[in-house]
């Protein structure tokens, strides 16, 4: 009898320790994500701090530039939004969002700077994002798919050179699908503070918030894999190891969120055509602003050299 109770223990300790917390960071990663607006954020004591005063102009800046709402079909059900600020160039950069993050935050900068240079660029909403269609996240693995459609879609408009941006989650969505573009129109991504599987990056959170880890994130890829029909444990080094597209990779030594060493990783496995830029001021997602006017001469520079139109605004700032 006392070995019962010992094992009723066990197996009470072990739901309150491992299955309660896995079902919560299940619920907290997976479902439906709405952003916050940055107006609406206490930037006091985080990493947005320094540059506050920058992103609440070049927000209001970007509220100003023409937008048209874009909506298309997943392939798979769902229905997908974007917003496309077209400059009349054949060339557009497809802009992807972090969790749960906030578009006009993420991209308010690169936004104001490209449409300078006579660069289109597209929002994108990723599914189970905003204003798109579907109730999940999958942290890149599903996401992937809506911008192979994207592409195919400025590919329909016209547009001849199509770049995808992408920040954080954004980033390891853009790399999930790089052996899936078609390079004949697809000619850059540019990766930004990306991490290499859900796995990892869910389990680093948990670690931050003093949860264990080990005992927890087996039980979280089973709920995905269950309920989602994802593997966690997908790493973005594979895609990366068959791709053809060029790829300009972007990431703070100091990121507090995403580990530099994991776009060393990426880096490393990537086959195609490639170039790394780093930045040096504990920030996550804001290199092109923090990172000033090295990052985004070197993001122009990567965008020229990859691209056949003939962009003098773009020709003449590179």
Known sequence: MPFVYALCALAALYIIFAVGPAVVAYSLVSGKKSAVPFERMNAGGTYYEPYVAS??????????????????????GLTLCADLTDCGSDTVVMLVHGFRGDPALNFCTQKRYFTGLGIGTLTVYLRGHSVSGGDSCTLGINERKDLTVWAEYLHRLGKKNIFIYGVSMGASTAAFAAAEYDPSYVRGLILDCGYTD????????????????????????????????VDLRLNTTDALSKTTIPVLFIHDRRDPTVPYGD??????????????ITVDCGQHTLSFLAGGEPVRGAVTKFIKDNSEEKNEKLHNNG
Request: net charge positive; with cysteine.
């Open 55 to 76: 992103l609440s102009e070049n927000i209001k800046y970007c509220r100003t530039l023409p937008s048209e709402r874009l909506t298309t079909d997943s392939g798979d």
């Open 198 to 229: 859900p796995y990892t990056q869910i389990g680093r959170d948990c670690r931050r918030r003093r949860l264990p880890a080990p005992l927890i994130m087996p039980i979280v890829n089973l709920f995905f894999r269950i309920r989602r029909g």
């Open 263 to 276: 776009t060393e990783k990426n880096f490393a496995a990537c086959a195609s055509k490639k170039d790394l």
